[in-house]
């Protein structure tokens, strides 16, 4: 038993492999599977679509999957991790990278090529990752980061609504913003609520007025016909939210209770856009 978790340790490290960001997994699974009903409910289903969505998936977690050791190769080659996990981190960021190519040459295989659109933004996000690694993990773990990965993440509902409907439309823009603005909330509230946690300054007028901004965004968009009204109700929901927490410190004192908490948020926010989609479809 020694010997074999001896084993597994000089294969697998959990901080070269499994990214630290708080919420991360819901960004990128919630858009998913909101591009993925609103494609399959509201769109024409293209065919093969089920395993387009499988190769999306993969594709998409093995990409996300890449930045982790990516990032920690880029810091052991500047002096500033362990040597001896250099073969390691690149042995994963290959790994990650092959199954993430091989994904996305099935889903051109399937037809999918307007996929190929959504490269260029992931890439970039994994580019602006590594240059940030250059100047340590502070700069990793800034706000600004944080915001640009939750943008990029949101970039799976787009993929998934292409995959389900071989169509690159004005739904899929939609999409994409309604998910990342989602998941920027997400950012603002959860940093908010970790740093009352651990007694930290707390950004309270920056998350206050980021949902206000947000909330205003989607309304605008309802008044301009780009989705239905029904789009405005999470981000209503998440303004108050973001009220509650910018009146007072609110510590958390469960954190694993805390974390399924936000999934179920994202997956309401998630939801109620998917109805509010169908709503504008006449569906």
């Not at 990516?70 to 073969?87: C, F, N, Q, V």
């Not at 399937?110 to 260029?120: C, K, N, P, Q």
């Not at 303004?239 to 936000?262: D, Q």
Request: charged share 15%.
């Amino acid at each position: 038993m020694a010997e074999t978790a001896a084993s597994r340790h000089t294969w697998f490290r959990k901080a070269l492999v499994v990214p630290t960001e708080h919420g991360a997994w819901s960004w990128l699974l919630v858009p998913f599977l909101v591009g993925a009903l609103v494609g399959s409910l509201a769109g024409q289903r293209a065919p093969f679509s089920g395993l387009a969505l499988i190769f999306t998936l993969v594709g998409g977690l093995s990409a996300y999957m890449s930045r982790q050791p990516a990032t920690a190769l880029a810091r052991i080659r500047r002096g500033r991790g362990r040597k001896a996990d250099e073969s390691l981190a690149l042995g994963w960021t290959l790994g990650f990278g092959l199954v993430a190519a091989l994904c996305l040459l099935g889903l051109l295989a399937l037809g999918r090529t307007a996929l190929a659109a959504l490269i260029a933004p992931f890439a970039l996000v994994l580019v602006m990752y590594l240059l940030a690694s250059r100047s340590g993990r502070a700069a990793m773990r800034a706000l600004s980061m944080e915001l640009t990965g939750a943008i990029g993440l949101a970039l799976m509902a787009p993929a998934a609504y292409i995959a389900t409907t071989d169509t690159f439309d004005a739904i899929a823009w939609k999409l994409w913003v309604l998910l990342a603005l989602q998941n920027l909330l997400g950012v603002l509230y959860v940093r908010v609520r970790l740093a009352d946690t651990h007694k930290r300054p707390a950004e309270r007028r920056l998350m206050l007025g980021g949902h206000a901004a947000a909330l205003l965004i989607v309304a605008a968009g309802a008044a301009l016909a780009w989705w239905s009204w029904l789009m405005v109700v999470p981000f209503a929901g998440f303004l108050l939210r973001a009220g509650w927490t910018y009146t007072a410190p609110r510590a958390v004192l469960n954190v694993k209770r805390f974390g399924f908490t936000e999934v179920g948020v994202e997956i309401t926010g998630g939801l109620l856009i998917v109805a509010g989609f169908l709503v504008s479809l006449g569906l």
